[in-house]
């Protein structure tokens, strides 16, 4: 083990963070940077119909994806987290649910929506820098119970579900079922199915639809809904900036005004599950790293809980001053971080270090496709698809995520009054936060929850 070559992580430090400029301080590697232009630019632009729902124009909405996706790459590169950034995602539909029960996710540009938005991103930034430079964070997160931290997730899953394939399925599928069914059906597989995992063991074929994510399930999803009629492409050539001036001009609070004092204590509940999934997101991916460490004793990977809530409270800082828009500053891309981190512990002759992955991924795969009217108008059309099968995809992994969590029929009924109450409850999705709570304390032994 002392004869390990021990690989050089090169950077610029600055307070905590560490910048890695590209090309100097982080290998280009080709497999990455294919897979980052493909899957994370096409992904990143699920974000788009959301924004276009509450007023903002198409080109706006391209501006506004630009500048969350420019922010999530600096997270590697500007503070040296070892993680692969992404959004907070379980909190979209609960974001989105929220947006709809007050009516203004109905496309009509309205400055309160954008300072609903400003009142949630502020909220989240100073509760992510207070605790985490009073290191409260943890201790926090580990007294609330499992029921409700369950009952939490649930409810962004059964949110999910309700709103893709109820309250808007015109929207999601009724325009376009064929391509949206057969693009949740190859991305559930993919990614979820047990069977194909197994068949995957055995079949490099396989494997490498695997390791493409949502990629295969865009594709096929793409050519049927073109032969069938349901998605048309006018692809032009050339490129445009995206309007970053407009969007400040037209969400930002230095612009419109700052929220009122009353639409912070509305958002409240909401940016609560917001930080409670983003802890979780900061344990997970911990964990797959240091599972990765032990087959790469070669490349210390440095994780500090704390400098990664400060790096996440800096981007969502920034992203507020210039666009703000909850939840696509977090912490972690579950899928990315795995695909990444499985590559790395292969050793140094497939990937010399992690940040070398990462950063092909991210830096050298999403901000530069926004300037590009190809890409941008090839996917104008697969933006709802994008966004539909990204949220069920959420919703399918919160459920797992959720059900594994309890084992008690105590806690199993608390879970999902909680859930209930929290997709369903709208502007009073705090009420389901209280219920949850009482219920857990008032049901739930303590004793035998925490021998579990």
């Known amino acids: 083990m002392n004869d390990v070559k021990k690989v050089e ?10 910048l890695k400029i590209p090309f ?117 997160t580990e007294k609330i119970p499992n029921a409700l931290k369950s009952g939490i997730i649930l409810g962004a899953a059964l949110a999910a579900f309700h709103q893709i394939f109820f309250s808007d399925y015109e929207r ?33 074929v396989l494997q490498v639809i695997g390791s493409l994510g949502l990629l295969p399930g865009f594709i096929v999803a793409a050519i049927v809904g073109y032969l069938f009629g349901e998605i048309n492409f006018d692809i032009q050539s050339g490129f445009a900036i995206p309007p970053v001036v407009e969007v400040y001009n037209k969400t930002s609070p230095l612009s419109i005004g700052f929220p009122p004092l009353e639409y912070f204590s509305e958002v409240f509940p909401l940016v609560v599950i917001g930080y409670l999934l983003l802890f979780g997101d900061f344990v997970t991916g911990t964990e797959i790293l240091k599972d990765g460490q032990s087959y790469r004793p070669d490349e210390e990977i440095n994780i500090d809980i704390n400098r990664a809530h400060n790096s996440v409270g800096i981007r969502n800082f920034l992203g507020t001053i210039l666009n703000p828009f909850f939840p696509t500053q977090g912490a972690l891309w579950t899928g990315v971080h795995v695909i990444v981190v499985e590559r790395w512990k292969q050793g140094s002759s497939v990937m010399r270090s992690l940040f ?88 739930v032994d303590k004793e035998t929850e925490a021998a579990q």
């Open 9 to 18: 992580n090169y950077g610029i430090k600055w307070g905590p963070f560490t």
């Open 24 to 140: 100097i301080h982080i290998k280009f590697l080709t497999a990455e940077f294919l897979q980052g232009m493909v899957i994370s630019g096409a992904t990143a632009f699920a974000g788009a119909p959301v924004v276009m729902a509450l007023g903002l124009s198409f080109e706006e909405a391209v501006a506004c994806c630009f500048i969350a996706s420019t922010l999530i790459t600096a997270g590697p590169i500007i503070f040296g987290e070892p993680f692969a950034p992404g959004w907070v995602t379980p909190a979209l539909p609960l974001v989105i649910a929220f947006f709809m029960s007050k009516g203004f996710f109905d496309g009509t540009y309205r400055v309160e929506t954008f300072q609903y938005m400003a009142a949630m991103c502020i909220e989240f930034t100073a509760i992510i820098l207070l605790l985490g430079m009073t290191g409260l964070g943890k201790v926090i």
């Open 172 to 204: 999601y599928i009724g325009d376009a079922p064929i391509s949206m069914i057969l693009a949740l059906v190859i991305c559930s597989v993919t990614t979820f199915s047990e069977p194909f995992k197994r068949m995957a063991l055995k079949n490099k």
């Open 356 to 443: 070398d992955g990462i950063g092909s991924y991210y830096l050298m795969g999403i901000p530069f496709l926004y300037f590009t009217l190809p890409f941008v108008t090839f996917m104008q059309p697969l933006m709802i698809l994008a966004l539909g099968v990204t949220l069920v995809l959420t919703g399918l992994a919160c459920a797992y995520v959720a059900m594994s969590m309890v084992k008690k029929n105590s806690e199993m009924a608390v879970t999902l009054v909680t859930a209930v109450l929290i997709a369903f409850g709208g502007e009073y999705m705090w009420l389901g936060i209280l219920i949850g709570l009482f219920l857990s304390i008032l049901l």
